[in-house]
């Protein structure tokens, strides 16, 4: 296979804890590690939302609660619970109980619509949905938090548990159905390991939705540390910066479209606040524009802007600090010890530096190890794994990416397929066939944007009142992110001869227009 890069902790190029193996999995049941922090510090903030903050002895206490609540409905040991919740302190406390029965965390968004909700339940088989009492589904035992846990219930702590797996998110598949990604890591968490450079007792800001990987995993793990989070529920730019001001918010992780949305705020609101608390700015999930990058360097310096390229699936990693960027401009990082990184070509082989391929990754502790699917298979050539991402190494083992995924689209830091979207498209009783594909968006780094080839009975209606008929039908069926922002219509197939969806020559045929 040629020579792959394998970066060890005595030549990784940046702070020691960079070097963490993400996860520290002998350590204590996570389901304690409230009751840990409460016996040490039982009166520091762990979580405040609003004008609510809950310590530690608080935060124990409600999750012991809860989580006698899900077991008086059959919760157990590894049993699924999906979590459909918006962002606040009933999911924090959701999530502890769950690991507290030793179960695990199935993590959904709770503006699915019913139909993509049912898909998902049906290919997990939760024992409790915990949601909002309007989200109920019938056949499916459910906790509504909006409904006060019985007061009557116990706080105290319950027997230690362990879950096998400490999480499993959910992700649109490449086939237009869902996938669930359950990952191998039993839910122990060392308390003196924070995730990415986290420390004790720092505040922390929770700007993204916890039904994202990134979000829900870093959020957490802070917690296992000791850390306070701030969470702001939806993004907000300036309640963004508020908030860092106001807590002296120390470590935060941002997509780009944040970022840009930041950076978009008037020079004198954006520089009215004081970030000097701010150790640590994480990016991830989507590129980041150079020229936006640069732009927050020049602002907050290199030392604190990190970025992280990697999958829910945690078969590898890169990281890279600002001052590497600079010597380094539009790389991602090296791989991370743990793991090692190949680029190949389409015939399987190394490409040289330079060359653009395939990115896959190999786990140390080998193939299937740190993950495993439900509803797909995963992208293999031999042991190595891929997230279908294209990019290239230079000769220094530095990752660029060319493409986030020839068919993923990433709007906003989530993931799309496209093949979801046409499905749901195509059900449309007016639509003959559709292609779904990326293009470049200012705020969002790429926006939705479906080519629909109407029905022969459908071809003489008015394409303004058909675009409309289209985004209704969609409303119910896909959450808001996955809808297309711009439609247009195409008498032309979508096919090739040999049947295949050329996604890329139809967004190649679309640039010129819309890159000017």
């Known amino acids: 296979m040629g020579t792959s890069y394998n970066r060890r902790m005595s030549t990784f190029p940046a702070h020691e804890w960079v ?24 009166r520091r903030a762990a979580i405040t939302e609003g004008d609510l903050t809950v310590d530690w002895t608080g935060l124990e206490a409600r999750a012991n609660r809860r989580a006698r609540a899900l077991q008086a ?10 979590i459909a919740l918006p962002n606040s302190v009933a999911f924090y406390e959701t ?33 409790v949905l915990v949601c909002l009492r309007a989200a109920a589904r019938p056949g499916v035992p459910v906790h509504a938090v909006d409904e006060p846990v019985d007061a009557s219930l116990s706080a105290e702590p319950l027997p230690e548990r362990v879950s096998t797996y400490w999480k499993a ?15 191998h890591m039993p839910s122990r968490w060392d308390p003196a390991a924070g995730a990415l450079g986290q420390q004790a007792g720092w505040t922390v800001l929770s700007p993204g939705p916890l039904y994202h990987n990134a979000p829900f995993s870093f959020m957490h793990c802070a917690l296992f540390a000791g850390c306070h989070v701030i969470e702001m529920g939806r993004f907000d730019a300036l309640r963004a910066l508020e908030l860092i001001e106001k807590h002296r918010v120390q470590w935060v992780n941002f997509v780009p479209t944040m970022m840009h949305r930041i950076w978009r705020l008037p020079d004198e609101q954006r520089n009215a606040f004081d970030l000097s608390s701010l150790e640590i700015v994480f990016h991830m999930a989507s590129a980041c524009p150079v020229w936006l990058k640069e732009r927050w360097i020049e602002w907050l310096g290199p030392q ?9 699936e945690r078969q590898g990693r890169t990281v890279l600090s600002g001052v590497e960027w600079l010597q380094h401009k539009g790389s991602v990082g090296r791989v991370s010890p743990g793991a090692r990184l190949v680029v190949l070509d389409e015939q399987g082989r190394e490409c040289p530096p ?60 989530a993931n799309i397929y496209p093949a979801e979207v ?73 096919r090739d001869d040999a ?3 050329r996604r890329a020559a139809l967004r190649a045929a679309r640039l010129p227009r819309t890159e000017t």
């Open 422 to 494: 046409e499905a749901a498209i195509d059900a449309h009783p007016q639509v003959q066939t559709s292609a779904v594909i990326g293009l470049p968006d200012d705020d969002l780094g790429q926006r939705v944007h479906a080519i629909v080839q109407p029905a022969a009975d459908a071809l003489g209606t008015d394409e303004d009142a058909l675009r409309a008929s289209i985004l209704d039908f969609l409303a119910t069926r896909l959450v808001r992110y996955k809808i297309p922002r711009s439609i247009e219509f195409s008498s032309e197939p979508m």
């Open 19 to 42: 070097n963490t193996v993400l996860p520290a999995s002998d350590g204590i049941p996570m389901g304690l590690l409230p009751a840990w922090h409460a016996a040490r510090t039982p």
């Open 169 to 183: 998110l959910a992700s649109g598949g490449s086939t237009g159905r869902p996938k669930i990604i359950v990952d």
């Open 499 to 501: 049947g295949k969806m």
């Open 354 to 413: 330079g060359e653009i391929g395939e990115i896959y990754f190999l786990p140390d502790t080998g193939r299937n190890s740190t993950y495993h699917y439900l509803g797909a298979e995963a992208r293999a050539h031999g042991e190595w794994e891929s997230l279908g991402d294209l990019g290239h190494l230079d000769a220094d083992g530095y990752l660029y990416l060319s493409d986030r995924r020839t068919d993923l689209v990433i709007s906003g830091g």
């Open 95 to 127: 999530a502890f109980a769950v690991w507290k029965l030793g179960a695990v965390p199935n993590v959904v968004s709770p503006k699915l619509p019913a139909a993509e909700l049912d898909a998902i339940l049906e290919l997990v088989r939760p024992r």
């Open 304 to 312: 604190r802007i990190w970025e992280l390229y990697g999958g829910t």
């Open 73 to 82: 409905l059959g919760v157990g040991q590894d049993d699924f619970v999906t």
